[in-house]
């Protein structure tokens, strides 16, 4: 039976090629970030469910989980609020406060399925 497992030494570029990607936030440099992260934040959760059908990857921002990537096959619902109810309860026994993710697809849905709100406004400019 397929299910979620925290995997957290996992090697990351089995994950990378369902990666959300924006412009040159590219698979590549999103991999060494992560692999940053994984190496030297103490803090650092990756679920997978079943043979890699989908994952979460998180770690500590200050006193709140970055929720980085979140990935199904199968868009699955159920499994997406089990794996944020583990994300949460995982953050929670960390003492952290909130959960923050960031979005470029539809932040209503989220908004509503996880209670999320608005926090901050993530700004760009091309330099």
Not at 16 to 44: M, P, R, S
Not at 50 to 72: E, H, K, P, V
């Amino acid at each position: 039976m397929d299910c979620l497992r925290e995997q957290n030494d996992i090697d990351l570029s089995l994950l990378a090629d369902h990666f959300t990607t924006c412009g040159d936030y590219t698979k590549d440099v999103i991999l060494k970030e992560l692999q940053y992260w994984q190496k030297n934040c103490k803090d650092f959760l990756v679920l997978v469910y079943g043979d890699i059908d989908g994952f979460l990857i998180g770690y500590r921002y200050r006193n709140s989980l970055w929720l980085s990537q979140i990935w199904l096959a199968n868009g699955n619902p159920k499994i997406a609020h089990e794996a944020f109810k583990i994300a949460r309860n995982w953050a929670k026994a960390r003492g952290m406060i909130s959960i923050i993710a960031e979005t470029d697809r539809d932040e209503v849905r989220a908004m509503k399925k996880y209670g999320f709100t608005e926090y901050a406004v993530v700004m760009r400019t091309e330099i």
